[in-house]
């Protein structure tokens, strides 16, 4: 089983969207693993949106990101990374797909609802830069044989 971050961002809390995103994923069928609110700071930004600090906009990204806390949230399931990406949809919410998140909440490159790690990598990677190892928990998903197949599992 995979494990992906989602990050809700602050337009989202603002918004009062929290619980519908959220439900979205349950829905799916995605196991909840880690969840949490967090301030972020200069620091981990710098490095969670590391290829964005050159570009002129980057400033703007990140006080967006500051302007309340966020809420961090760890998805497990078989494919989970691609799975969220594909709900979450392409960045700019004009251009978003309806059905997906962005597109059904979203008008906006920047204020677009959540972020989703693109790849097992990174998702690895991010997981650990906001989450603490006892704060992911690997409890069983009662549903599991209604989810998947057994051979999948
Ligand atoms: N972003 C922006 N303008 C841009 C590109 C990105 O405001 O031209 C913001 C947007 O909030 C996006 C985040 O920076 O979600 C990270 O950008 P990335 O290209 O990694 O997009 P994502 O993986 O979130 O779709
Ligand atoms: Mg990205």
Request: with cysteine; glycine share 6%.
């Amino acid at each position: 089983m995979e494990k992906t971050l989602i990050i809700i961002k602050p337009c989202t809390i603002q918004r009062g969207l929290t619980g519908e995103i959220i439900r979205r994923f349950e829905k799916k069928g995605l196991q909840i693993c880690g969840m949490k609110m967090m301030q972020l700071t200069d620091e981990i930004l710098f490095e969670h949106y590391a290829h964005l600090t050159q570009k002129p906009f980057f400033k703007r990204i990140k006080n967006s990101m500051m302007a309340t806390p966020v809420i961090v949230c760890c998805l497990k399931g078989i494919d989970a990374v691609r799975i969220v990406r594909t709900m979450t949809g392409v960045t700019n919410g004009r251009d978003a797909a309806p059905g997906t998140i962005r597109g059904d909440y979203s008008v906006s490159v920047q204020e677009n609802i959540i972020h989703a790690s693109d790849s097992a990598e990174t998702a690895a990677i991010e997981l650990k830069r906001f989450f603490n190892k006892n704060e992911i928990f690997d409890y069983k998903q009662n549903q599991l044989s209604y989810l998947y197949a057994n051979d999948e599992i």
